[in-house]
């Protein structure tokens, strides 16, 4: 993350950041004052715990916790991070965030 940081020029993210308190949830990177939470969704080539019945349905239950609490979720997957594929998506959220503060909403 920190190399896309760089290629950005924004700051660093907070790691394994708590969004609700009285639940043990944590997004892998979040800027709060941005309202941007980026989850890494490892296994799943390996039917890891995010692709598997349990895991997935409380996986669904942070998410539409988080989007509630008015948060926007990218998700990548461990291989789209090395490879970089967050730049693009993260730099469209930053336009957008720009274009909606510019038209005052």
Known sequence: MDTICKILK???PQKEYRFEPTRRW???YCWPEWKL????EGGVWSRGR???G???LKDMEK????AIKGYHLLRFTPQELKEGIP???IKAF?????EVKTNGN
């Open 10 to 12: 924004i700051p660093k």
């Open 26 to 28: 944590r997004i892998d």
């Open 37 to 40: 939470a980026i989850e890494i």
């Open 50 to 52: 995010h692709v598997r």
């Open 54 to 56: 349990g895991g997935f």
């Open 63 to 66: 998410y539409n916790t988080l």
């Open 87 to 89: 730049v693009s998506w």
């Open 94 to 98: 930053l336009e957008m965030r720009k």
